[in-house]
């Protein structure tokens, strides 16, 4: 049975799956979460409901999923390799431009309230999102680690992920501006690589 219900959910092409994931946050960004519809989003993309709820499992998935996606490079740090934090962190914030970060801002925001008054959307984020998100700083972390960088004891090694999320979400809140390249930038060198004894 596993192995059939594999098969149904590989059906869709990666550009038709971009595609898919292109449509729900257009849909998202016009709407927002709680009056998105899979019939909206059959109908912008012309599928199916069937397709997708035998590809998604459902509205969560489907749209933690779609914003996973946006991430530039889909997965963050999958490729980035740079032999420094500093330069990985760097790299990582660099992928996206200022225009971009002030529409995943935007995005995010909106999608708060929704994550935290649906119960189904918040397990779809932590199982999408903040958890793969999550490891692949414990990653870029312990390979800072093996080379020396950071001590594996540094306290401050579990809030990595807190640090970052917070700068972005505090930009807009504290300085009514959006995030930048160049306010991360400057934020991972004063804050985060001194909390980890990088200078």
Known sequence: MTEVATARRSRITPEREAELYGAVLDLLREV???????????ARTKSSKATLYRQWGGKAE????????????????????????RGDLHALTLRSDDCEMEQNSALMRGLAMAVHSNPELLKAFK??????????????????VDRGEVRADNPAIPYMMHMMLGAFAARTMIDELPPTQAFLTSYIDAVVLPAFGIE
Do not use: W
């Not at 199982?127 to 800072?144: D, G, N, S, T």
């Open 32 to 42: 927002g979460y709680d009056a998105l519809t899979m019939d909206a989003v059959a």
């Open 62 to 85: 489907l749209v933690a999923k779609a914003v996973r996606s946006n991430k530039p490079g889909g997965m963050g740090f999958a490729d980035i390799d740079t032999g420094s934090l």
């Open 127 to 144: 199982e999408f999102l903040v958890e793969p998100e999550m490891a692949e700083f414990r990653r870029v972390l312990q390979r800072a």
